[in-house]
C-alpha cells in the first residue's frame, strides 16, 4: 500500500471509531480557550473520567483567568485537592495571571506564543491551540502515540517519537484538527482496552513509579495537612501525617523552592503568592 494511501485508510478507521464510539466531555461541548486550558493542566497525568467533576467544579467558580488570578493559591489547592501533582495547580494559577495581566485575558492562539506560559510544555502548547482555536499543529500524548504505533508500528520495538511525527504531520486533518485529534485520542483510549498497550513498543516508554511511599506521596500529604488543618511546624506535621522529620523537613524545603509553602519562625503555610 503507498503511504498516501496508508495515511487515508487511517484517518478513516480513526474516524469511523469516533463516530460510533467518540467520548463526550464537557470542555468538548463548549470548547472556550480558558475552559480548554483549564482542561489540559487537569488532564495532565490525570484519568479523564476523574478530572470531569473537578472541571466542571473550577469552571462554575472561575470561569476567566481574571477570575481566577483574584483567587488566593489557597483557594485554587482546595478547590485542587484530590486531583494530585499540586504543582500544576500553582502552574495554572500563573497562567492566570500572566494571561489577565498581559494578554487581557485572553488565551494565546499559537504553541509559540503558548510555550513560554508556567507549566506548559510542547504538548500542552499544542493541544490548547488545537482545541481552542482549531490550529492545525502536530503534538504527541501517550493516546495518539498508541494510535499510530498500533497500526504502523506493529512489528517493531523501540519505536521513536521522530518517526511518529511524519505520521501526524501527513494524516492531519487541516480543515478540522480539533476533531481529528479528539478522535485520534479516542481511538488510542480505546485500543488500550481491547489490546496490549501499544505504547510498550515506544522507545520513549516508562513504566510509573509506585505511589505508595513516594516523595510525591509526602509532598501531597504535608499539601493536604496544610490545607485542611492550616500553618503548622514541622513536630505538628509530623503527627498529623506520620512521616519522619527528616522527610517532612526535604519535602517541604522542595515545596518552598516550588513556592508552594512559605515558613515563618519554623512554622509552614500555604504561599499567598
Not at 472556550?32 to 482542561?39: F, K, N
Not at 501527513?170 to 483510549?189: H, I
Not at 524545603?253 to 503555610?269: D, F, H, N, S, W
Request: aromatic share 12%; proline share 6%; net charge positive.
Amino acid at each position: 500500500m503507498k503511504k498516501t494511501e496508508a495515511y487515508t485508510a487511517f484517518r478513516e478507521r480513526v474516524y469511523a471509531h469516533y463516530a460510533s464510539a467518540g467520548r463526550v466531555f464537557p470542555w468538548r461541548e463548549h470548547p472556550s480557550p480558558w475552559g480548554v486550558l483549564v482542561s489540559e493542566f487537569m488532564l495532565q497525568q490525570t484519568q479523564t473520567e476523574r478530572v470531569v467533576p473537578y472541571w466542571e467544579g473550577w469552571m462554575r467558580r472561575w470561569p476567566t483567568s481574571e477570575a481566577l488570578n483574584r483567587a488566593s493559591l489557597e483557594e485554587a489547592l482546595r478547590e485542587w485537592s484530590g486531583l494530585g501533582y499540586n504543582r500544576r495547580c500553582r502552574y495554572l494559577k500563573e497562567c492566570a495571571r500572566i494571561i489577565t495581566e498581559g494578554y487581557g485575558g485572553t488565551v494565546p492562539h499559537t504553541p509559540a506564543e503558548l510555550l513560554p506560559l508556567p507549566g506548559i510544555g510542547a504538548y500542552t502548547a499544542g493541544a490548547i491551540a488545537c482545541f481552542a482555536y482549531n490550529y492545525p499543529g502536530v503534538f504527541i500524548e501517550t493516546n495518539i502515540r498508541s494510535a499510530v504505533i498500533h497500526c504502523f508500528f506493529q512489528d517493531r520495538e523501540a519505536v521513536n517519537d521522530g518517526e511518529i511525527f511524519p505520521i501526524l504531520e501527513a494524516s492531519l486533518d487541516r480543515e478540522n484538527p480539533r476533531k481529528w485529534y479528539w478522535a485520534l485520542m479516542d481511538y488510542g483510549a480505546a485500543l488500550k482496552k481491547v489490546t496490549p498497550n501499544p505504547n510498550r513498543k515506544s522507545a520513549h516508554y516508562t513504566k510509573q513509579s509506585p505511589f505508595a511511599g513516594s516523595f510525591r506521596q509526602r509532598r501531597g500529604a504535608l499539601m493536604k495537612a496544610l490545607l485542611s488543618q492550616g500553618p503548622a511546624g514541622i513536630p505538628d506535621l509530623g503527627a498529623r501525617t506520620g512521616i519522619a522529620v527528616e522527610d517532612i523537613y526535604e519535602a517541604l524545603k522542595a515545596l518552598e523552592r516550588e513556592a508552594m509553602v512559605a515558613e515563618e519562625g519554623g512554622i509552614y503555610r500555604i504561599s499567598e503568592r
